[in-house]
């Protein structure tokens, strides 16, 4: 299977099968000397670990890392960074009646059409669960980020069309630390009590995020088919429960007019460097090149296909069934998916950076 690795100079190869012994990955491009342990990569893993909140699956894993190589004394070698994390949780034969039938929502059918086989143990490959290795991944690569001033943050906009009330980005500063990566605490009970509801109807909840990379320097991106937009938008589109992402004002530019969408440069001496413009309706982001500013993504996720409510398909061979998802699954992809699609955009930028360093 190819498309298994991101990234040109700072790239992340990922292994492993939602029911399988192991996921892990190996990070190759990483310069020598960033600070980095298996505490740093632990921790962005429990942020998506399975087993926590009301959206959340009951699947409990511990999801502990193991740094394999290119660490010693606390830093990183400038050789290949493995690592490694244990399945340790599985219950495939839940998985069993499903073997021969195509599930709606998933990639079952797609799965099969293209290799002629597939792990039906939880979707195999296609499984969230791929998803830890992006994020041991982008620890990785936010280790590398960090060391430039550069961080990588979210927080939830909306879950199930209900949107978080208005909010100032000092809030949203605590996201990290509140319920479904809420941006005020406000929002918390009101997505609560929907989640709660929807659970009991045996249904699943959508969501959109916000994400965004604070401290990032002008110049990076590589104009025309690299731009550093497109660029994002693949990583964070590779994400499976993504289903659309917007770069700054995204669509509402399209409803909106150059008068007002054109970010306006301010003179030296306007309280910021020559040049800084005193709006960001382009999310950082101009000819694919970054301006300085805040990189700023909104990312659409799509409801979680495994449901409770029964289901109408087909098997292998073509004729009709009815089923019902069984199985410990997710009401929500949000908060799990946060840390991974931070991931995404932290190995984005981290590769871009190594890019506009070798130009140098």
Known sequence: ????????????????????????????GCPAGIALSEELLQKELDRRRPGGGTAGTTRKEPDAVRLLSGVFEGATTGT????????????????????????PGHADMTYDAKYGVRDFRGGGRSSARETAARVAGGAIARALLAAQGISVRSCTLEIGGMPAPAFTPEDMAGAASRPYCAPCEAAVEPWEALVRTVRGEGDTLGGIVRVEVLGVPSGLGEPVFDKLDAVLAQALMSVGAVKGVEIGDGFAAARSRGSFNNDAYRPAGAGSTPGNPATNHCGGILGGISTGQPLVMTVAIKPIPSIAKEQQSVNAEGSPVSLRVGGRHDICAIPRVNPVLEAMAALTVADALLLQRRMG
């Open 80 to 103: 290949p960074i493995g690592f490694q994390i244990e399945n340790t949780n599985q219950r495939s034969g839940d998985y069993g009646p499903l073997a021969a039938v195509w599930r």
């Open 1 to 28: 299977m190819s498309g298994n690795t991101f990234g040109r100079l700072f790239r992340l190869t990922t292994y492993g099968e939602s029911h399988g012994p192991a996921l892990g990955g190996v990070v190759d």
